[in-house]
């Protein structure tokens, strides 16, 4: 008997190691099990300086308590960032964000970005986020995207960088839109 059960245990392992090899490590496969997502997904993004600018800058942060219809505001602690440690009672807070892969991104739409450029699933460089607007999407099956910076809502011609798409997400709560007023 004992024959006949270490032939299947052999071949079982050779197939679960078959198929963990073949699992590529690509940022363009993270999955819900991944240790970067779930560390993402379970925090926020709080703005922690210029808070009330267009180029704020955001940090990871602990929801505390969510907005009343007495009280608009968010009660968060972050996690890293300039603000480490610190709990603030805010509005800019970005409470859900998706990962951005090799997909066709529209031009306009509003992104987060590491500033920081980590390589993917660094969760100890995941400390300076800032909101940026797709300016051109022609590289993206390289895994890049071109992305711009305004300072104000009459910049028009804003700063402008070529990003990683493991470095950037999708900013599903809140909807922000481009902060500039184009007059057509």
């Known amino acids: 008997m004992l024959k006949k059960i270490i032939p ?3 071949l079982c392992s050779l197939i679960f190691a078959a198929g963990c090899a073949g ?3 690509s940022p363009y496969n993270r999955n819900p099990e991944d240790t970067y997502e779930q560390f993402l997904s379970k925090h926020v993004f709080g703005a922690c300086e210029n808070i ?3 180029y704020a800058l955001y940090s990871l942060a602990k929801l505390n308590k969510t907005p009343s219809n ?5 009660k968060i602690t972050f996690v890293n960032g300039p603000c480490k440690g610190q709990t603030v009672w805010t509005t800019r807070v970005i ?3 998706e990962p951005v892969g090799a997909e066709e991104i529209p031009t306009g739409t509003v992104l987060l970005r590491n500033y920081r450029n980590p390589e993917p699933n660094d969760k100890e460089k995941t400390d300076r986020w800032n909101v940026g607007i797709v300016t051109s999407n022609s590289r993206v099956k390289q895994g890049i995207v071109d992305l711009a910076f305004p300072r104000d809502r009459n910049d028009f011609n804003p700063a402008r960088e070529s990003i990683y798409t493991h470095n950037v997400r999708y900013i599903v709560q809140p909807e922000i839109k481009d902060v500039r007023v184009f007059i057509h």
């Open 23 to 25: 699992r590529k490590n």
């Open 8 to 10: 299947f245990v052999v």
């Open 70 to 74: 007495d009280d608009p505001r968010y």
């Open 95 to 97: 409470v859900k964000t």
């Open 52 to 54: 009330d600018k267009p």
